[in-house]
């Protein structure tokens, strides 16, 4: 009996001169529980402000915003064409950019007896290097080119380690997804500029955000236009030029996957859009958001991958990478 006096009198003599800690501890906790949900609340206000409110409060026309014209670099990716489609679906004309007039042609028509605006398909061989931006360049002659639209290459989805690529597509692929992206936006600023408007659209990939195992070409071009994406918006956006870093989820018929994910197939859902659906969410945050998912419940999904700690994430890859 003595042993438990003494036992209880030890407890209430450590309670006492530990009391002060506890209550410190205490509001360290309570500290970071408020700091959490305010974190919380500020992303469901900002989700509500770029992803629901512009679709739900008229605008001015994209016309009347940024210009009458657009042009599409990467429109054989079904996202890009997507995108190109709402454009005219808006009234503007549209500038196709390509290697391979086929892949685009049936595209161009098409917009054109749909929605009655103006399509030109140029022919630019980015191989030939400052001879590939002559056309270009005669081709925006006197427009008011209001947006451009850079699309990564989707083959980069497909999981391939850097050694497993052949030397002539490795160089292929950093010229049309870097070089070419950046020579785009260098051949219209200089027009928007000097009207004093208009749009850049990069479209990359979620696959910016975190490292994978089998697709560095992806995770390494995304991250550049992501980055390019927000360096020019913090240099011209006080010239009247918006600048956005689109990095969008899986995408239903696109391939594009950042996952670890190897299925270069997908299923529409939820958060698996079609490319059309995607382009009319994506155009909405237009002078919204510099950088956005462009679709709201991918907007979810890099809120929730944020919250994995990188390491993690990265156990993880490898894990699923070894399994299958």
Same mark, same amino acid.
């Given at each position: 009996?003595?042993?438990?006096?003494?036992?209880?009198?030890?407890?209430?003599?450590?309670?006492?001169?530990?009391?002060?800690?506890?209550?410190?501890?205490?509001?360290?906790?309570?500290?970071?529980?408020?700091?959490?949900?305010?974190?919380?609340?500020?992303?469901?206000?900002?989700?509500?402000?770029?992803?629901?409110?512009?679709?739900?409060?008229?605008?001015?026309?994209?016309?009347?915003?940024?210009?009458?014209?657009?042009?599409?670099? /990467?429109?054989?990716?079904?996202?890009?064409? $997507?995108?190109?489609? =709402?454009?005219?679906?808006? !009234? &503007?004309? @549209?500038?196709?950019?390509?290697?391979?007039?086929?892949?685009?042609?049936?595209?161009?028509?098409?917009?054109?007896?749909?929605?009655?605006?103006?399509?030109?398909?140029?022919?630019?061989?980015?191989?030939?290097?400052?001879?590939?931006?002559?056309?270009?360049?005669?081709?925006?002659?006197?427009?008011?080119?209001?947006?451009?639209?850079?699309?990564?290459?989707?083959?980069?989805?497909?999981?391939?380690?850097?050694?497993?690529?052949?030397?002539?597509?490795?160089?292929?692929?950093?010229?049309?997804?870097?070089?070419?992206?950046?020579?785009?936006?260098?051949?219209?600023?200089?027009?928007?500029?000097?009207?004093?408007?208009?749009?850049?659209?990069?479209?990359?990939?979620?696959?910016?955000?975190?490292?994978?195992?089998?697709?560095?070409?992806?995770?390494?071009?995304? /991250?550049?236009?992501?980055?390019?994406?927000? $360096?020019?918006?913090? =240099?011209?956006?006080?010239? !009247? &030029?918006? @600048?956005?870093?689109?990095?969008?989820?899986?995408?239903?018929?696109?391939?594009?996957?950042?996952?670890?994910?190897?299925?270069?197939?997908?299923?529409?859902?939820?958060?698996?859009?079609?490319?059309?659906?995607?382009?009319?969410?994506?155009?909405?945050?237009?002078?919204?958001?510099?950088?956005?998912?462009?679709?709201?419940?991918?907007?979810?999904?890099?809120?929730?991958?944020?919250?994995?700690?990188?390491?993690?994430?990265?156990?993880?890859?490898?894990?699923?990478?070894?399994?299958?």
């Amino acid at each position: 009996m003595a042993a438990v006096d003494s036992f209880q009198l030890l407890y209430r003599e450590i309670s006492r001169s530990c009391s002060s800690y506890f209550e410190t501890l205490a509001l360290v906790g309570a500290l970071y529980m408020t700091s959490k949900a305010v974190i919380l609340l500020r992303d469901c206000c900002t989700l509500v402000r770029v992803h629901f409110l512009p679709r739900m409060i008229p605008s001015k026309k994209l016309t009347q915003r940024y210009g009458d014209w657009a042009v599409i670099y /990467g429109a054989s990716e079904p996202v890009a064409k $997507a995108y190109a489609e =709402e454009l005219a679906r808006h !009234g &503007i004309s @549209i500038i196709f950019v390509t290697q391979d007039h086929t892949s685009v042609r049936d595209t161009a028509a098409s917009l054109s007896q749909s929605y009655g605006v103006e399509t030109v398909v140029v022919l630019a061989d980015f191989s030939l290097d400052q001879a590939a931006s002559k056309p270009i360049k005669e081709a925006i002659r006197g427009k008011d080119i209001g947006f451009l639209v850079n699309c990564v290459d989707e083959s980069l989805t497909s999981p391939q380690s850097l050694i497993e690529m052949p030397e002539h597509s490795l160089l292929d692929l950093v010229n049309k997804n870097v070089a070419v992206a950046t020579l785009m936006a260098r051949l219209v600023l200089p027009g928007m500029v000097e009207r004093s408007r208009g749009a850049v659209v990069n479209i990359s990939s979620g696959a910016c955000c975190r490292p994978l195992p089998g697709r560095v070409t992806l995770t390494a071009s995304t /991250g550049y236009l992501d980055h390019f994406s927000r $360096a020019l918006h913090l =240099e011209y956006s006080g010239r !009247g &030029i918006f @600048i956005q870093s689109l990095i969008p989820f899986q995408i239903a018929s696109s391939g594009r996957q950042p996952s670890t994910s190897t299925s270069t197939s997908s299923r529409e859902g939820w958060f698996v859009p079609k490319p059309d659906v995607y382009a009319r969410h994506a155009i909405s945050t237009l002078g919204v958001s510099n950088r956005t998912t462009g679709y709201w419940p991918h907007t979810l999904q890099y809120g929730l991958m944020r919250c994995i700690p990188e390491w993690i994430w990265v156990l993880g890859s490898h894990v699923f990478i070894t399994s299958s």
